[in-house]
């Protein structure tokens, strides 16, 4: 060994053992899986998107540091397929949009925004009727105070009996009888 040799670099050797294993089955040919193997996260998560979104049930499985195997996601790809019909179908209906927050459980997705928009409808009837009745009661409210009004006011306008001459009464004379 000479006096001289080179200094060994201080940075991390060890390897990304971080993998990603994307499954993908279609209803059509179950028995042949697609697989896909990534170390990138943000592939994987491409991967299975673009698998759900052609139809098929996704699994990501994730290579835990002790060597184990576990699913990070699974991604129900028919299920996001009839959500959007669904969504469409309601556009096309007339419907409202869902919100952007609405998030509903995996098993009822838009049949619960239905429901609730059936409901909501059903509340604004009953408000539209609520509203007119209340401005009925409100125009009979102002048609009586009007003719209160008006009959308040023709009768500040007229003078009192006492002052009218069909009842002006005889005066007493009491001057001169002392």
């Not at 009822?108 to 009661?137: I, M």
Request: proline fraction near 7%; charged fraction near 30%; aromatic fraction near 6%.
């Amino acid at each position: 060994m000479s006096a001289r040799h080179r200094r060994r670099n201080k940075t991390d050797r060890t390897r990304n053992i971080r993998r990603f294993t994307i499954t993908g089955s279609w209803d059509t040919n179950p028995d042949q899986p697609a697989q896909w193997l990534t170390r990138d996260p943000k592939e994987a998560r491409r991967v299975a998107r673009s698998m759900a979104a052609k139809g098929a049930y996704v699994i990501v499985e994730e290579l835990l540091p002790t060597g184990v195997w576990e699913t990070a996601c699974e991604l129900d790809g028919p299920a996001f397929i009839a959500e959007r019909s669904a969504a469409e179908t309601t556009l096309a209906a007339g419907w409202p949009p869902a919100p952007a927050n609405y998030r509903p459980d995996a098993d009822d997705r838009c049949r619960t925004w239905l429901v609730e928009q059936g409901l909501a409808e059903h509340h604004r009837a009953q408000t539209r009727a609520r509203t007119a009745a209340l401005a009925a009661e409100q125009a009979a409210r102002r048609r009586r105070i009007a003719a209160e009004l008006a009959h308040t006011s023709r009768q500040l306008m007229t003078a009192p009996p006492e002052a009218r001459p069909d009842y002006r009464r005889t005066a007493r004379h009491t001057a001169g009888t002392r």
